[in-house]
């Protein structure tokens, strides 16, 4: 099998959607053996200027919605970013995971070429299909990931790179 | 054009180093300006246990290299990790992006299919070539790219979301 749009974008999103769901799960069983509110990790910050944890979390799940939608041409499902626990942002993990399992591979493969318009707060811009996954969605995804585990390193949770990274032995395709 | 194996790895490395090296640029003009050593940065790190600036650089320049020459089934060049001033670490991502524009595309197309062999700590990892781009490479190129503009914010340097992702107003290909 050869790569294609499909195949470069939603099985990573997927393997990092479940990873970061785990790291989650560690994030809680860290705030209770060390006995503090799990709410705590919410408004975390890397730097006063950057945004907070929920936010981290809600704008990775939303680059890989957006990609999916946008490169299969279709409206993506509206998630309110209303989260308060970390409860709700799992959920919101799960939904997007859900979100994106659903639309099928031949809606987004072929996409390459087509255009695909972003709206931003600068005004809307238009790449072809494959720039935009490549150099707008996957940065965006992966740095949004990257902050919401270094949020956990940073405040004490035990994780490694194979929780970043996923396992790797059952070579996944 | 549809995607391909070069074609969804050589032009994110490029960006994104080239990105890499604009951040080293403003940390420098940052630290002249707050009259600090720029050597400071090199030590920075989010965690205790998290690896400092200089090998957030080093392993991100590694990740292109070795993704590149095992792609096309070639040796990566060596090189030795001493770097210990920003200059130093600015050389080793042009020497990084340089080998990765040396290696023509055709001896990376095809590689999807390939068995890659990763060494690691706990033993040689076998991947399909696209497993391991999309599941070992993107992931851990994006996280110490991620991590190291990250310590650059935490350090006050002047850095936004068009830093990060590059201009995306002449639309990459």
Chains 1, 2 share one sequence.
């Not at 959607?17 to 503090?36: C, I, R, Y």
């Not at 707008?136 to 940073?154: D, E, G, I, K, W």
Request: charged residues 25%.
């Amino acid at each position: 099998m050869a790569i294609s749009m499909y195949s470069a974008s939603v099985p990573i999103f997927l393997r990092m959607l479940g990873n970061m769901t785990a790291w989650l799960d560690k994030a809680e069983a860290h705030a209770v053996q060390k006995k503090f509110d799990p709410q705590v990790y919410l408004a975390a910050r890397l730097a006063p200027d950057m945004l907070p944890f929920t936010k981290q979390v809600q704008i990775a799940c939303d680059a890989a919605k957006f990609c999916v939608a946008r490169l299969a041409g279709t409206e993506a499902p509206k998630f309110e970013d209303d989260e308060t626990t970390l409860a709700q942002l799992r959920d919101r993990i799960h939904k997007t995971a859900d979100y994106v399992r659903s639309v099928p591979a031949a809606r987004i493969d072929g996409s390459d070429d087509r255009d695909i318009t972003v709206p931003r707060r600068d005004g809307a811009m238009t790449m072809r299909g494959e720039a935009y996954l490549k150099h707008f969605v996957l940065p965006t995804f992966f740095f949004h990931t990257t902050t919401v585990y270094a949020l956990l390193r940073h405040s004490g949770v035990d994780l490694g790179k194979t929780d970043y990274l996923g396992s790797l032995v059952s070579a996944p395709q």
